[in-house]
T-cell receptor, first 112, second 113 residues
Framework: SQQGEEDPQALSIQEGENATMNCSYK?????LQWYRQNSGRGLVHLIL?????REKHSGRLRVTLDTSKKSSSLLITASRAADTASYFC????????????FGAGTRLAVHP | EAQVTQNPRYLITVTGKKLTVTCSQN?????MSWYRQDPGLGLRQIYY???????DKGDVPEGYKVSRKEKRNFPLILESPSPNQTSLYFC????????????FGQGTRLTVV
C-alpha cells in the first residue's frame, strides 16, 4: 500500500513554536501532498511536493521530501492557535489516477 | 465560489432504512470520489468516478452504491445501512483523474442505530 503514515500521532505546542510532522510511505511516488483538517470538517490542500523536488516552501510551511528514505516532513513555523488541526500526508503513486491514500494524521494543538 | 457541497451534514437513521448523501461540485471537475473517515484509520476510499457514467470501487465499497448521471453530482447511496457504516463521510473532486489537488466537501456525519 502507498499509505502515508504520519508521526507523531499528536503534538502539543505553544504559540510561536515550530511544529514538525513526519510522513513515511511504502512505494515509489509521483508526488506527495499535505492536507489539513479542522475538527470534523473537510480536508484542505496545503502543499504538494513532486518526486524530483527536495524542499518546498509556502508561507509558514516548509515541506521536505527524501525519496531514498520514502519520507517527508512538514514544518510549520511560528505556529498560531489557528493552526490547531489534523494534518495528513497523501502520497500519489506514479502514473496512477488521483487516488489519495491517507493515514490517521497528526493532531496538532497550538496553545495560546 | 468554487466548492464541493454535501448534504446533509448530519444524519441519524435506523438500520435498514435506505438513505442518500448528495454531493455536488461547481468546478466542472471530471473526477469525484467518496471517502469514509474512522478514528485511527484515516480516510478510506469507497467509490470513485472518472467521468459521467464511469464509476468504480475503491477500497471499502461493500454496502454502498453510487451513480454519476451528471458531471456535477455524485450521490452516495446506502441501500440498507448498518451500524458499522456509522462514520464521517467526505466527497472530493479534482479536475481530472490525474490532477494533483483534491477539493473536499465539509463532510456528512452519519449515525446508524
Amino acid at each position: 500500500s502507498q499509505q502515508g503514515e504520519e508521526d507523531p500521532q499528536a503534538l502539543s505546542i505553544q504559540e510561536g513554536e515550530n511544529a514538525t510532522m513526519n510522513c513515511s510511505y511504502k512505494t515509489s511516488i509521483n508526488n506527495l501532498q499535505w492536507y489539513r483538517q479542522n475538527s470534523g470538517r473537510g480536508l484542505v490542500h496545503l502543499i504538494l511536493i513532486r518526486s524530483n523536488e527536495r524542499e518546498k516552501h509556502s508561507g509558514r510551511l516548509r515541506v521536505t521530501l527524501d525519496t531514498s528514505k520514502k519520507s517527508s516532513s512538514l514544518l510549520i513555523t511560528a505556529s498560531r492557535a489557528a493552526d490547531t488541526a489534523s494534518y495528513f500526508c497523501a502520497p500519489k503513486v506514479s502514473g496512477g489516477y488521483n487516488k489519495l491514500i491517507f493515514g490517521a494524521g497528526t493532531r496538532l494543538a497550538v496553545h495560546p | 465560489e468554487a466548492q464541493v457541497t454535501q448534504n446533509p451534514r448530519y444524519l441519524i437513521t435506523v438500520t435498514g432504512k435506505k438513505l442518500t448523501v448528495t454531493c455536488s461540485q461547481n468546478m466542472n471537475h471530471e473526477y469525484m470520489s467518496w471517502y469514509r473517515q474512522d478514528p485511527g484509520l484515516g480516510l478510506r476510499q469507497i467509490y470513485y468516478s472518472m467521468n459521467v457514467e464511469v464509476t468504480d470501487k475503491g477500497d471499502v465499497p461493500e454496502g454502498y452504491k453510487v451513480s454519476r448521471k451528471e458531471k456535477r453530482n455524485f450521490p452516495l447511496i446506502l441501500e440498507s445501512p448498518s451500524p458499522n457504516q456509522t462514520s464521517l463521510y467526505f466527497c472530493a473532486s479534482s479536475l481530472s483523474p490525474h490532477s494533483t489537488e483534491a477539493f473536499f466537501g465539509q463532510g456528512t456525519r452519519l449515525t446508524v442505530v
